[in-house]
């Protein structure tokens, strides 16, 4: 894939726009350049075009970049990871990550804040839910989520700030508004718990707008960027 940097800026401000569209509170969303599909050097490229929030979804590769960018001219880009973890790869996203998007499991979230304590840091994360019931994603159904609900903000290095969800890929727009609409209420519900829940992240390339629409704080754009 070429980088073409008056390309990559004017989809990047549409999306922008779009924001200031759609979203109840635009200043509030964070649009999060989903990164795996780039290598060392063109990921170089991008930081040097301005962008400096970025998503890894594979907990090695992700280790691998940030050794490359260990210099002190990276050290306000932030990493998120967005992709599926496996309890034994905690360990290499430890020590940098800044928020955890795909918490899918109550094991899992045990097992971070047992690496956090290990580390002596305190982790920021989001509760990945199936909404759909999707057999092909992982997640927690929301039913499952509220029966307990209480266990999941009750670790001591583990804060979790929202919740993170995906679409079905082929769904209908009236559907994807309607999962990404549970989800707002969610969120909403359980802010009247813990007032530092803030983020909502949701929404992807083909779904960001409905997303929007929905009260997102975060949207994960990857190809729409290249278009």
């Known amino acids: 894939m070429e980088l073409d940097n008056i390309k990559i800026q004017q989809n990047y401000n549409k999306i922008f726009e779009d924001i200031k569209k759609y979203s109840p509170y635009p200043e509030k969303v964070k649009i999060l350049f989903v990164s795996k599909y780039f290598d060392v050097e063109k990921h170089k490229a991008i930081i040097d075009m301005g962008y400096d929030y970025f998503g890894e979804n594979r907990a090695q590769l992700y280790r691998d970049k940030l050794n490359e960018f260990s210099d002190e001219k990276y050290k306000n880009i932030k990493w998120d ?15 940098s990550v800044n928020l955890i998007h795909s918490i899918d499991s109550y094991e899992l979230l045990e097992e971070i804040n047992k690496k956090a304590i290990e580390n002596n840091r305190v982790i920021n994360g989001l509760i990945q839910i199936n909404v759909s019931k999707e057999e092909s994603k992982t997640g927690i159904y929301i039913e499952d989520f509220k029966k307990d609900s209480e266990k ?54 083909n779904d960001y707008i409905e997303a929007l629409k929905n009260g997102a704080t975060i949207i994960r754009i990857g190809s729409k960027l290249f278009e």
């Open 152 to 205: 999941y903000f009750s670790m001591s290095n583990v804060k979790i700030e929202g919740f993170m969800t995906m679409a079905p890929y082929e769904a209908s727009q009236q559907e994807i508004n309607s999962y990404f609409l549970k989800m707002r209420e969610l969120k909403e519900e359980y802010q009247k718990k813990y007032n530092y829940i803030t983020e909502l992240s949701m929404g992807m390339s």
């Open 81 to 95: 990871f967005i992709g599926r973890l496996q309890k034994n790869k905690i360990k290499y996203i430890i020590n």
